[in-house]
């Protein structure tokens, strides 16, 4: 989520200052974000200096500054909106450094690591089902759909769990000398 | 081996294995299960997850008596399941568990009431008791308008509900249900979790398969996990704890513009 392309799409719509950005932002998150004004101001600046906002109008009562966007602006926008995102999410690296080593070291209990693992994982589900029925009860679709990517992202964790059991325990056991005979003078 | 007992010499645990094998033969010989020991108390609503072939519908078919042990013990209410004869345990089976099976089993020539009654009938339950508890049932699974209909015009979710009530009639000590949701389409499945959790509240014990994680952590408490016919794991959940739900973002707030 990028404060720099909420603030532009909130300026297509209507000029706006910054105390108007910041709260017009939390409620297209649906208030599950609480945005720093001070960010706003200073990410203005900055899309100030780039071209891609401009003032407009007489700075108001204590120093309400309104911005509308440039047709550059416009332009980094509508590029943005129509790019797919690049990046899915990263897989936990450092669970996965845990796992190679509990491999290595002294015939780990990976059966043991993973169970452990799997608890946090079933527990998140457990709180996500929780808050889900909240966010039902409370009719805010939006928040089912942050619930709901959440969930399926925690199911993908899961599973690749199960894939890192099977894996792992079908490998031969780790033995020191066979892996780094390359590094034998 | 020893049978846990309080000091009224009753067991502490409504469902008690004690280091049960099975091992089904053939040309090859499978072992299902090794070594499971496993107590379940009155009350509990357990998952029990695994891959396909872990074991997991071979423990439930132990708890029914569908099937016998190689070796162990299976206690359930007070009785030696794994020692009865065919006589006693179709009597077990009557009179202490209700069964839901993935495919509902309900029988397409009864109405859905006639299919709620039947084991009641076989269990010798007075008629009028029996309906009594029919219609609260129907009430409970919100299927009071369906009780003349057949279950083929019944979609799988209002059928699942069916097969729940006609294991309910006869107020089971356990209620066994393997892949209850397995042939549902999510929607439907957490109706049936669902009303399971909310028998469950009552205090019904129930005893679930599943390989659906995410329903397991909804509506259990308590989550096995098998692994060729080993236990792995065995969880209970905690209370669902209060989460923002600006934690399921990651927000790059402090990006550089
Ligand atoms: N009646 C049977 N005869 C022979 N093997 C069986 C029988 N029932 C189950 N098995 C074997 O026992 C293992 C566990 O099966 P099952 O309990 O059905 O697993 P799950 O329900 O977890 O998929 C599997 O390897 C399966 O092939
Ligand atoms: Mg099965």
Not at chain 1, 46 to 71: F, H
Not at chain 1, 130 to 136: I, P, Y
Not at chain 2, 23 to 37: C, F, M, R
Request: aromatic letters at 6%; hydrophobic letters at 40%; one cysteine or more.
């Amino acid at each position: 989520m990028s404060l720099k392309f909420g603030i532009l799409g909130l300026l297509a719509e209507t000029p706006l200052h910054g105390y108007e950005v910041k709260t017009r932002f939390e409620s297209i998150l649906g208030h599950t974000w609480e945005v720093n004004i001070g960010q706003v101001y200073s990410t203005l600046q900055r899309l100030e200096r780039d071209n891609w906002v401009e003032a407009v109008g007489e700075r108001g009562d204590r120093g309400k500054q309104a911005y509308q966007l440039t047709a550059q602006g416009r332009q980094a926008l509508d590029h943005w909106l129509s790019e797919p995102e690049a990046e899915p999410q990263q897989l936990h690296d450092e669970l996965f450094i845990k796992l190679m080593l509990m491999r290595r070291l002294a015939n780990g209990n990976l059966e043991g690591l993973i169970a452990r693992q799997r608890r946090v994982y079933l527990q998140h589900l457990r709180n996500l089902a929780e808050l889900e029925r909240h966010a039902r009860a409370e009719n805010r679709p939006d928040l089912l759909l942050l619930i709901k990517g959440a969930v399926i992202h925690t199911e993908a964790d899961i599973k690749w769990l199960d894939v890192c059991l099977e894996e792992l325990t079908s490998l031969q056991p780790y033995h020191p000398d066979s892996e780094h005979q390359e590094e034998k003078p | 081996m020893s049978h846990l007992t309080d000091q009224h010499g009753h067991s502490t645990y409504l469902i008690e294995l004690s280091n049960v094998n099975k091992t089904y033969n053939g040309s090859t010989d499978q072992v299902a299960l090794s070594d499971i020991t496993l107590k379940i108390p009155a009350g509990q609503f357990t998952a029990i997850m695994g891959a396909s072939g872990s074991g997991k519908s071979t423990l439930l078919n132990l708890i029914a008596g569908l099937d016998r042990p190689t070796k162990g013990e299976v206690w359930v209410d007070g009785i030696r399941v794994n020692a009865l004869g065919e006589a006693a345990l179709a009597r077990y089976r009557r009179k202490r568990l209700g069964f839901v099976f993935q495919f509902f089993n309900l029988l397409n020539q009864l109405s859905v009431l006639d299919n709620i009654l039947l084991p009641a009938q076989l269990a010798g339950l007075q008629s009028k008791v029996a309906h009594q508890r029919a219609r609260q049932l129907l009430d409970q699974l919100g299927i009071t308008d369906k009780a003349r209909v057949y279950p083929g015009q019944l979609s799988g979710g209002q059928r699942q509900r069916v097969a729940i009530a006609r294991a309910l009639i006869n107020q089971p000590s356990v209620l066994l249900a393997d892949e209850p949701t397995g042939a549902l389409d999510s929607r439907s499945g957490d109706a049936v979790m669902e009303l399971l959790a909310q028998i469950n509240e009552k205090g019904q014990t129930i005893v679930l398969v599943t390989h659906d994680a995410r329903l397991a952590a909804a509506y259990a408490t308590r989550i096995i996990s098998l692994r060729d016919g080993r236990i792995v794991d065995d969880s209970i959940l905690q209370a669902p704890q209060h989460q923002a739900p600006s934690d399921l973002l990651h927000l790059h707030s402090e990006e550089a513009v």
